[in-house]
């Protein structure tokens, strides 16, 4: 069943899930959403046709449901498994990685933020097949922690109203998990049912990369919401957490899946269509010295950003093992800080090198090669990496913990 664009304020068919049982089974069921729809992502990017049917394939696989703790029936995977589950997919199409992030993202503050009925309604809504999408952001404001948006108390329940964009995930979701100040300028997280009168979906994003995520426009006029979907988000930083590490580990393993891709096209291109050129004296492009030379550098580089990732990972896992402090957070944060800092800077040089090293044929419409580059560009426009750097050498250098928020 494929969802229609014309009913944007209505909610999405729900759908039957499969809850996954371990690690093994979510990895299989990646590798075959992959398989499906690695066929069609160029033309989705070419023709800016939303991937309802693979986000569909998503849900009824059990993947987005692979990070509900297993307390509350979920198969709770290692972040080790979550990483590559997010590099697989994204390396077949980063648009389909994306989208599903922040419901991952969500889990996180759930398992952080809500009371145990909270979590016991959301995470067995997540396990029956909805999906969550995102309403965090704003435009216009001073800078992305600021809001504009407010939730009032209006007897037994709540009304929000505010203007949010950059909202992945909205257009497909059940639930649209809306950020926005209460009386006391503190953060709250609405879950919002979509079909919500007020709720308006706006497909308007334009985004040169990433065109198929629907990252566009949410608008909330006086939308009620039930009190028990109303979540403290502010009590976040009250204490020390993983959240931030675990939404940037999968930031980083999307990355590292548009850096695969970038690789493998041009290694295809250059077997299959690509000219020697003529001082090389060779008969194939394949066999030209600085080719197969520059090949190899950007293979090592992507292995390296891949070691950083699982290792990333693993320390998340063994942070998450026990009680978490100020040391072991900073500690999880850094080691993803590290991978997310290679996988950005291998995203954008494989999807540039590969023109150099495709030649001329490789820019023609037809290939669309440079989507590698516009999603790897929009992508990791996210959050700078330029403040990695500076949280990793603070850190190694002075002992300075990284900043506790989402981007870190």
Same mark, same amino acid.
């Given at each position: 069943?494929?969802?229609?664009?014309?009913?944007?304020?209505?909610?999405?068919?729900?759908?039957?899930?499969?809850?996954?049982?371990?690690?093994?089974?979510?990895?299989?069921?990646?590798?075959?959403?992959?398989?499906?729809?690695?066929?069609?992502?160029?033309?989705?990017?070419?023709?800016?046709?939303?991937?309802?049917?693979?986000?569909?394939?998503?849900?009824?696989?059990?993947?987005?449901?692979?990070?509900?703790?297993?307390?509350?029936?979920?198969?709770?995977?290692?972040?080790?498994?979550?990483?590559?589950?997010?590099?697989?997919?994204?390396?077949?199409?980063?648009?389909?990685?994306?989208?599903?992030?922040?419901?991952?993202?969500?889990?996180?503050?759930?398992?952080?933020?809500?009371?145990?009925?909270?979590?016991?309604?959301?995470?067995?809504?997540?396990?029956?097949?909805?999906?969550?999408?995102?309403?965090?952001?704003?435009?216009?404001?001073?800078?992305?922690?600021?809001?504009?948006?407010?939730?009032?108390?209006?007897?037994?329940?709540?009304? +929000?109203?505010?203007? %949010?964009?950059?909202?992945?995930? /909205?257009?497909?979701?059940?639930?649209? $998990?809306?950020?926005? #100040? =209460? !009386?006391?300028?503190?953060?709250?997280?609405?879950?919002?049912?979509?079909?919500?009168?007020?709720?308006?979906?706006?497909?308007?994003?334009?985004?040169?990369?990433?065109?198929?995520?629907?990252?566009?426009?949410?608008?909330?006029?006086?939308?009620?919401?039930?009190?028990?979907?109303?979540?403290?988000?502010?009590?976040?930083?009250?204490?020390?957490?993983?959240?931030?590490?675990?939404?940037?580990?999968?930031?980083?393993?999307?990355?590292?899946?548009?850096?695969?891709?970038?690789?493998?096209?041009?290694?295809?291109?250059?077997?299959?269509?690509?000219?020697?050129?003529?001082?090389?004296?060779?008969?194939?492009?394949?066999?030209?010295?600085?080719?197969?030379?520059? +090949?190899?550098?950007? %293979?090592?580089?992507?292995?390296? /950003?891949?070691?950083?990732?699982?290792? $990333?990972?693993?320390? #998340? =896992? !063994?942070?998450?093992?026990?009680?978490?402090?100020?040391?072991?957070?900073?500690?999880?944060?850094?080691?993803?800080?590290?991978?997310?800092?290679?996988?950005?800077?291998?995203?954008?040089?494989?999807?540039?090198?590969?023109?150099?090293?495709?030649?001329?044929?490789?820019?023609?419409?037809?290939?669309?090669?440079?989507?590698?580059?516009?999603?790897?560009?929009?992508?990791?426009?996210?959050?700078?990496?330029?403040?990695?750097?500076?949280?990793?050498?603070?850190?190694?250098?002075?002992?300075?913990?990284?900043?506790?928020?989402?981007?870190?």
């Amino acid at each position: 069943m494929v969802w229609s664009t014309s009913d944007l304020d209505s909610s999405p068919p729900l759908l039957p899930a499969k809850v996954l049982r371990n690690d093994a089974e979510a990895l299989q069921a990646a590798r075959e959403l992959a398989d499906a729809a690695r066929q069609q992502a160029s033309r989705r990017d070419q023709q800016r046709k939303l991937p309802w049917a693979e986000i569909e394939q998503f849900t009824r696989s059990g993947l987005g449901s692979i990070s509900i703790p297993k307390a509350f029936g979920g198969p709770e995977v290692s972040f080790q498994t979550i990483a590559e589950v997010f590099r697989v997919i994204s390396a077949a199409d980063p648009a389909l990685g994306q989208i599903p992030q922040n419901q991952f993202g969500m889990i996180q503050l759930l398992r952080l933020t809500a009371t145990e009925a909270q979590q016991a309604v959301l995470f067995r809504s997540v396990l029956d097949g909805w999906r969550i999408g995102n309403a965090g952001p704003e435009r216009g404001t001073k800078d992305t922690l600021t809001l504009k948006a407010r939730i009032v108390r209006d007897g037994e329940q709540y009304r +929000i109203s505010g203007e %949010k964009f950059y909202s992945t995930g /909205a257009l497909f979701a059940h639930w649209v $998990a809306v950020k926005a #100040l =209460d !009386e006391e300028g503190r953060q709250r997280l609405a879950f919002v049912r979509r079909g919500s009168p007020g709720l308006r979906i706006v497909d308007d994003w334009s985004g040169f990369g990433q065109r198929t995520t629907a990252s566009g426009t949410v608008l909330l006029d006086q939308v009620p919401v039930d009190a028990e979907l109303v979540v403290d988000n502010w009590r976040q930083r009250e204490v020390p957490n993983t959240q931030g590490a675990a939404s940037q580990l999968i930031q980083a393993a999307i990355d590292a899946g548009i850096a695969e891709a970038a690789i493998d096209d041009a290694i295809a291109f250059v077997r299959e269509k690509s000219r020697p050129w003529i001082e090389a004296k060779v008969d194939r492009a394949s066999d030209d010295p600085y080719v197969i030379a520059d +090949i190899g550098r950007l %293979k090592l580089e992507l292995h390296a /950003a891949e070691v950083l990732l699982r290792k $990333a990972a693993q320390v #998340l =896992d !063994e942070v998450n093992a026990g009680p978490v402090d100020e040391a072991s957070a900073a500690r999880a944060s850094i080691a993803v800080a590290e991978a997310k800092v290679l996988t950005t800077e291998v995203a954008l040089q494989a999807s540039e090198k590969l023109f150099e090293l495709a030649g001329s044929r490789a820019t023609l419409a037809e290939f669309n090669l440079d989507r590698h580059w516009r999603n790897a560009r929009v992508h990791t426009l996210h959050d700078p990496v330029r403040w990695k750097y500076h949280a990793v050498g603070a850190w190694h250098l002075n002992g300075t913990r990284p900043a506790r928020h989402s981007w870190i």
